[in-house]
Each structure stands twice: as structure tokens, then as C-alpha cells.
Nanobody, 123 residues
Framework: QAQLVESGGGLVQAGGSLRLSCAAAGLTFNTYAMGWFRRTPGKEREFVAALSRSGVAKSYADSAKGRFTISRDNAKNTVYLQMNNLKPDDTAVYYC????????????????WGQGTQVTVSS
């Protein structure tokens, strides 16, 4: 059974940076596209970024473009989300997700999810 474990969340001031990591186990990592999503109370999960199996093709939500970078290390079975110039609106629980096949920006297309890591950005 696939397991995804996120880490790297925390409290940061506006304008600061965080790097989230998601370690995967129980799946053949390089056959899975990876995505990052986030959720705030009372809202649906929101797409943040996604990455193809090879790491070449990437897609971002408009809110993440120019500030966030998704990457992966297939040798370490890990996907990352580098977040720069953070804003209070980025405050959320961030989840990584894995999807067998191509990368997508829709949460329902992903089969495997981590437990999430809290990111709080203070103004």
C-alpha cells in the first residue's frame, strides 16, 4: 500500500520561504505523477502544482506561478515544493498526492494522499 508522508511545514512570516517534502513508499515512484494540493477550513482542496513522472512537465495554479517550484528526486522517492515570497493567503494544510500515469490538476484524479502538513504565514 502506498504511503506518502509530508514534512517541512511550519510558521513563517510573509515574504519568507518554506520547502515541503513528500516521501513516498510502497509504490514504483517513477511511474507516478505527483501533485501538491492545499486546503483551508471550509474550502475544497485546491490545486497547487503537479509534476510528471520524469519531472520534466510541470503545471501550476495561477496563485503559485512565479513563487512556487515543484520538483522530484526519483532516486529518493521524494517530491518537493519550494515556496517563496509566501503570503498570508497561502496559509493552509498542504497535501501531496500520487497518480499512476500523467500529471493532472484535479484532486479526484489522484489515488494516494498524504496526511498533510500545516503551513501558516503571518502578516
Amino acid at each position: 500500500q502506498a504511503q506518502l508522508v509530508e514534512s517541512g511545514g511550519g510558521l513563517v512570516q510573509a515574504g519568507g520561504s518554506l520547502r515541503l517534502s513528500c516521501a513516498a513508499a510502497g509504490l514504483t515512484f517513477n511511474t507516478y505523477a505527483m501533485g501538491w494540493f492545499r486546503r483551508t477550513p471550509g474550502k475544497e482542496r485546491e490545486f497547487v502544482a503537479a509534476l510528471s513522472r520524469s519531472g520534466v512537465a510541470k503545471s501550476y495554479a495561477d496563485s503559485a506561478k512565479g513563487r512556487f517550484t515543484i520538483s522530484r528526486d526519483n532516486a529518493k522517492n521524494t517530491v518537493y515544493l519550494q515556496m517563496n515570497n509566501l503570503k498570508p493567503d497561502d496559509t493552509a494544510v498542504y497535501y501531496c498526492a500520487a497518480r499512476f500515469g500523467g500529471h493532472r490538476g484535479v484532486a479526484n484524479d489522484y489515488d494516494n494522499w498524504g496526511q498533510g502538513t500545516q503551513v501558516t504565514v503571518s502578516s
